[in-house]
Each structure stands twice: as C-alpha cells, then as structure tokens.
C-alpha cells in the first residue's frame, strides 16, 4: 500500500480514537437503519405473498393493516429513534473528549441563502 | 371539483397568508441575526427543527404524496421511507462533519475538497440543473392550484403562478424581509392537519388522530365498495420499491439546499438536534398524507366516481378533492390551498434564489465575466433567477405523464447521483481528488438523464435505472468510477489531506 493511502482518511480504517469511536457508533446506526429498512419489506413480503404470512397480513394495528403500519409509520419513527441515540451518543463522546466547540465557528446566514 | 367560479374567498386567504408572512418577515429583518429566529436570534433546536421541516416541505410533500397513495397505495409508502431515512445518512455522515469544513454551500465544499474550479464549476452547474427540476414540480403543483383558485386552465396557470412568485420574491427582497420559517412550519401543518381531523371526524373515524383513524377508511373501502389497492410488490416490484426508497434517500443526503441548512446554526449540536427535531416535523406530514388519499378515494366511491389511474391531475390534487367532496367549508379549502402555495413558493424561492447564487458566485466570475465586481455578480444573480423561473416555467408547462412526486423525485435522483458521491467520499475517503470527482459527477449526469435520452432504445438503461430512482444503483456506480479513477490518478495535496485528518475526524497525523 502507498505511502499516501495508509495514512489518508478511511472510513473502513479509521484512525484515532475520536475517529475510531465515531465511525464505530455510525457502522451501528447505519446496520440498524439498513436492517430496519430491508428487514420491514422481508416482513411485508412475507406476510403478503406466502400462505403463512396470508392471515397475519389482515392484523390491523392502531388501525392499519400491519404491512402499512409498519412500513408507512413504524419505519419515521425508527428513524428519528435512530437519530436520537446518535445525537446522545456524540454528546457524550464531544463532551469527554472536549469536542463541544466548533475550530470554524460559521458567521450568520449570509443573503446567499435562502 | 368545485364550482365554476373564481374562488374568492380561498384567494383573499392565501393572499392573506403572504401578506402575513411579509408582515413576520419585515419584523423578524429587524431583530433577528439568524434566518431561524422569530422574535431575535437563537430559537432553540425546536425552532430549528422547524426551519428544516418548513424548508424541506414542498407541494411535493404536500400534494404530491396523497397523490401517490391515491394512485399507487402501498408503494408510495417508497416515498415516506426515503424522504425520511435520508435524514438518517444525512445526520451520520455528514452534518457535523460538513460543518467542520466550513463551506457553505455544494460546489463551495466541492471546490475546497478536491482543489478544483472545474469540480466547483460542475457542482455548480448540476446545482443549478438539480434547482430548475425541482422547481418544475413545484410550479406544477402552484399550476393546479391557481388553475382551481381562478378557475383557468393548466398553462395559463402555471404562467400566473410563477408570475405570482416571482412577484413575490421581488417585493420581499426589496422590503428586505427574512424568511420567518417557525411561522411558515406552523402555517403548514395547521393547514394540513386540521382539515384531515375535520374530514376524519366527518367520517366518523377516530378523527384526533386521523393519521390512525384513516386505517378503519382503507377497510370501509374494501368491504363496501370492493375497492382494494394492490397488494404490496404485486404491479410494482419489491426492486422498484427499494429503488425508489434509496434512490430518495441518496438524494435527501446530497440536496444542496438541504446540505447548507447546518451552516445556519451557532453550534454543531444545536445542528445535530435540529434535524431530530425537523425529522419529527417532516414525519407529522408523512403520517398524515396517505389519509387524504385513502379519504378522496372513499369519497369518490360513495359518489360513484369511478377509479381513474391514469387522471394525474386528479391525483396530484387529492387533497383538494377530499376536501371539497367531503363537503368541507370553502374556507377550509382555502386553507388547505394557502398552505400547498405556502409550501411551493417557499421550496421554488429558495431553490431558485441558492441558483442564482451558485450562478453569480461560482459560474459567472469564473467562466463568463472575469473580475466582475459585486454589483455585476448581484445583477447577474438576479437576471440569472429571472431565466431559471422562466426555463421551469416552459418545462413546467410541457405535457408530461410524471406526477409532482415523481418530477420531484427525478430531482432527488440527480442529487443521489452526483452531489451524495461527491460528499461522501469527500468526507470519508481521503484519497478521492478531482479527477475522480469530475468523472463520477459526469458519470452521474449520465446515469439520471439517460433512461430519459435513451431509455427507450435501451431497455436494459430502463431496468437498471428508472427515471424516477436511478440513484439505487446509480450512486453505488459513481461512487465505484470515482474510486478507480482516484486511484489513478494523482492523489490530493498533503495540505487537504492534512485538513481532512486534523480539522475534520480529529485524527493524528501519520
């Protein structure tokens, strides 16, 4: 390997313990968004297109039939749990390893923005 | 739909609700410092939040969703996965990281990563391209609003509508008003959530909740009228559902209004928080949507109106059409129609005014007009908006069988294709450099356009890259391109390396 690519950024080889740990904390969300993503349309094909899954496709839950349910509103819902353990999670990590602030504190919104 | 009269009191509302919203504006210019605040500077990451979620709605959010349930049913809900799960990548990957280069805008970042004005340049251009379709989409949904406001037709409504927003993008830069965008998130879903609980309750469903209550609707439907929506994965496959789902979310993380939402804010946790919040937000429009199609379908069936899916218009103006079949008062129409121009006028406003400056700071200096003062770049960005909204204008009133979100999602695409690549790699991979990043742009511009060009004649362009979700395999593609052609070409100085290590991951040098 060249001497630029081994020390270049990897997400796949981080480096440092800041990193290290971010990206650690990143590879499990990311699994868990996959997983819930992939995972719900297993189940909803499972459950529309197999005998097994036949009669447990007509379960309503809060009203809805199961495969809308989970896909339309439990899916949202993952996500913004997903996110909320992130964001404790780097709070935590920012606050032990004094990261809190900003080495490029932005000005405010510029006319360039809208 | 309606009668066949100009609908007065509907347009004293909306009219009503921009002069409210350059009322707010005029007061918040005079106290506030960022674009987030109400009533003077920081607002909390609840009032960012609500900024994203008023930022990120468009008639695409809007109209455009219910439109989809009432056509597609369960494939739509492709839609609320990815416009919502983007935020997940968008979050992770990138909003603190984005923040740490200190770059406000696509092709500013760009520029900087890969030490390239050609790069910058391109993520320009394809800003700019990325702007005018998704302003399309948005003046389809103002067409069919103004259309229904005054009574006209299609084309001679989208002309008005535009003329109206460029009319009022003019007046509120001249009166120098900010955006008041808490106001605009409330604006928005009041007006789409309390008809829902009056059409629900009319109904007799559950209708405090109706984003629960439409479910017993999706049954009465079936029982009564034997109208049942296919079965999930049956006349669209699962692979055209996943497609479209990360096809979307690839576009959400590589948007480029979306992307310089986390320069706004003081702190990179006040950021972080933010999007939780606006996720939050933007979740409570994509629970409620699937009602107002599953509503204006039953409604439809009780009035023996048969099911049309090939009636786009009528799709795309479901909202409307629950509505008003609901036998709704026409002031809450009016509401409901105040809210969808709110969402579109915001979202083509901001598109259109972030091209313009794309056009005058990165583009025009650099390209057209060497050494142009700031006079002539304000100029330049103020001609340059005029022709975007007239080049959306003409695409706009083309006759076309995509729906708002599908034209939306076209725009999504675009960005999952070029714009996502560039950053993620830019962010996570140090040896990518601008050779790479200018052949996987271009590569990018290649995969979305070409299902369009050549789509027809290729079948197999057609399979592998839907118009409307080309990004599944298409961002994983560029992502490859840029990759080996990094890797073969010369790699990035020292000193952007050094910045990406020290100042952006917080590593030790090696």
Redesign the interface.
């Known amino acids: 390997m060249r001497e630029?690519?081994?020390?270049?950024?990897?997400?796949f080889r981080?480096?440092?313990k800041?990193?290290k740990q971010?990206t650690k904390?990143?590879m499990m969300?990311?699994t868990g968004?996959l997983l819930g993503?992939?995972g719900s349309?297993a189940v909803?094909?499972f459950l529309?297109?197999t005998q097994q899954g036949a009669p447990l496709s007509q379960w309503?839950f809060?009203?809805?039939?199961v495969?809308?349910?989970l896909?339309?509103?439990f899916?949202?819902?993952w996500?913004?749990i997903?996110?909320?353990v992130?964001?404790v999670w780097?709070?935590r990590h920012?606050a032990r390893?004094l990261?809190?602030t900003?080495?490029?504190?932005?000005p405010?919104?510029?006319d360039?923005?809208? | 739909m309606g009668e066949s009269t100009v609908k007065l009191l509907p347009i004293a509302i909306v009219a009503g609700m921009f002069a409210l919203f350059i009322i707010s504006g005029l007061r918040t210019r005079k106290h506030q410092?960022?674009?987030y605040g109400f009533a003077g500077g920081y607002t909390g990451r609840v009032g960012i939040g609500a900024a994203i979620a008023s930022n990120w709605m468009s008639a695409a959010s809007f109209l455009g969703l219910a439109g989809m349930f009432y056509l597609k049913g369960?494939f739509a809900?492709a839609y609320?996965?990815g416009w919502?799960?983007g935020?997940?990548?968008l979050?992770?990957?990138m909003a603190?990281q984005i923040?740490?280069?200190?770059k406000?805008?696509a092709p500013d970042f760009v520029g900087f990563r890969y030490e390239s004005e050609t790069a910058r340049t391109l993520a320009a251009v394809i800003s700019i391209i990325i702007a005018v379709i998704y302003s399309v989409a948005q003046f389809r949904g103002i067409g069919l609003m103004v259309s229904w406001l005054f009574d006209i037709d299609y084309i001679p409504a989208v002309i008005i509508g535009a003329s109206l927003l460029v009319s009022f993008v003019v007046v509120s830069g001249a009166l120098g008003t900010a955006?008041n965008q808490k106001l605009q998130y409330f604006v928005l879903i009041t007006t789409f959530i309390l008809p829902l609980m009056l059409l629900t309750r009319k109904l007799g469903y559950?209708w405090l909740l109706p984003?629960?209550?439409?479910?017993?609707a999706?049954?009465d439907l079936q029982q009564q009228f034997g109208f049942v929506w296919s079965?999930?994965?049956t006349s669209e496959s699962?692979f055209a559902?996943?497609a479209l789902?990360f096809s979307l979310m690839f576009g959400t993380a590589g948007l480029p209004?979306v992307l310089?939402r986390f320069?706004?804010v003081?702190?990179?946790?006040d950021a972080?928080?933010g999007?939780?919040w606006g996720?939050?937000f933007i979740?409570l429009i994509?629970?409620s949507a699937?009602a107002y199609g599953v509503l204006a379908r039953l409604f439809e069936a009780r009035q023996g109106i048969p099911f049309n899916p090939a009636d786009l218009g009528t799709a795309d103006m479901v909202v409307l059409s629950a509505a008003l079949n609901g036998g709704l008062p026409l002031w809450v129409t009016g509401f409901l129609v105040a809210g969808g121009m709110s969402a579109a006028f915001s979202t083509v406003?901001?598109l259109m005014?972030?091209g313009s400056?794309s056009f005058s700071?990165d583009i025009y200096p650099r390209l057209i007009r060497p050494g142009a003062s700031e006079t002539d770049k304000v100029y330049a960005a103020k001609g340059f908006f005029l022709l975007l909204a007239i080049a959306a204008l003409l695409l706009a009133v083309q006759t076309t069988s995509m729906m708002i979100a599908e034209i939306a999602a076209l725009a999504f695409a675009l960005a999952g294709n070029t714009i996502f690549p560039a950053f993620l790699l830019g962010i996570?991979?140090?040896?990518a450099n601008a050779a790479g990043v200018i052949a996987g742009m271009l590569a990018g511009v290649a995969i979305t356009f070409a299902p369009l060009v050549i789509g027809s004649a290729v079948p197999i362009i057609h399979l592998l890259f839907p118009v409307t979700s080309s990004a599944f395999i298409g961002a994983p593609v560029v992502i490859v391109i840029m990759i080996a052609v990094s890797l073969l070409t010369a790699?990035p100085s020292v000193e952007i390396?050094s910045f990406?290590?020290r100042?952006?991951?917080?590593?030790?040098?090696?």
């Open positions: 630029y690519d081994r020390g270049s950024i990897n997400i981080p480096r440092g800041s990193m971010e904390v990143i969300v990311l968004w993503i992939v349309q909803v094909f529309e297109h309503t809060f009203n809805l039939r495969p809308f349910w896909t339309g509103q899916l949202p819902l996500f913004i997903q996110c909320v992130f964001n780097m709070d920012a390893d990261d809190g900003l080495r490029f504190r932005v405010a919104s510029t360039r923005e809208a | 410092v960022s674009e369960y809900t609320v996965v919502t799960g935020y997940v990548l979050l992770v990957l603190t923040r740490r280069f200190g406000y805008t955006r559950f984003q629960f209550g439409y479910g017993a999706i049954s079965q999930p994965f699962l559902w996943f789902c209004h310089s320069y706004m003081p702190g990179i946790r972080r928080w999007v939780v996720l939050f979740a994509y629970w699937p406003a901001g005014l972030t400056a700071y996570w991979w140090g040896r790699p390396s990406l290590s100042s952006v991951h917080d590593c030790p040098e090696e």
